[in-house]
């Protein structure tokens, strides 16, 4: 099962893609967890994609779409994967499809996880993040057992450079005018399925498991 997330900042891609790498024992991949661990270990990808990152904007296709190809192509993705936050371009789109044709394979299903633009800042200045696992948080919707503390690895969480309004409003912006258009693009490919991403996290993963099946 191979499988896309789509939708706005914050729509909950990274929360409904983990429920779903754990449901159906594939492997869940984050573009953006995959920059921010380089970020992290200081790498040179870290360095250039650090740029781009703290301002909203999207890090170039060419420094993404190899990485994304070359992780599809490792032996723990044979049975399917989540993508999510790639592609996040026409480009990439294309880029992905022809590297899977290569191999015989295509993008089975594409979710897009629908969030009006109301909901993203409240959502994403509300957020937090483990430092140590990467694990996410809501200070509302989805509280650690003690502030500020993560559940899984004990570490301390923090908001997100990228969370705050003005990087938020700006990455909006990007997401309409950059990663929208993809919505044709799966539709047009017939693998296109959207959810209501307002509903309470359980319920959106719900709705997802009717469309993958159980
Ligand atoms: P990335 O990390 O992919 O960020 P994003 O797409 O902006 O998505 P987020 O991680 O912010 O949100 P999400 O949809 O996963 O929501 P979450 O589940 O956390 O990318 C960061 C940056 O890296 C980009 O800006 C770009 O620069 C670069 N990048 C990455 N990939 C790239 C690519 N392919 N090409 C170029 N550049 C790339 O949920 C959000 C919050 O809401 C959480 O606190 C959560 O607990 C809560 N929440 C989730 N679901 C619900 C719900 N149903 N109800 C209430 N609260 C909820
Ligand atoms: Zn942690």
Known sequence: MKIIMLGAPGAGKGTQAKKIAEKYQIPHISTGDI?????KNGTELGKKAKTYMDQGLLVPDELVVDLVVDRVAQDDCENGYVLDG???TIPQAESLDAA???MGQKVDYAIDVD???ENIVNRMSGRRACVGCGATYHIKYNPPKTEDVCDICGEKLILRDDDKPETVLKRLTVYHDQTQPLIDYYTKSGVLKQVDGTVDMED???AIVKILGA
């Open 204 to 206: 959106v993963f719900q």
């Open 100 to 102: 899977l044709a290569k």
């Open 35 to 39: 920059f921010r661990a380089n970020i």
């Open 115 to 117: 969030v009006p633009d």
């Open 86 to 88: 790639f592609p996040r």
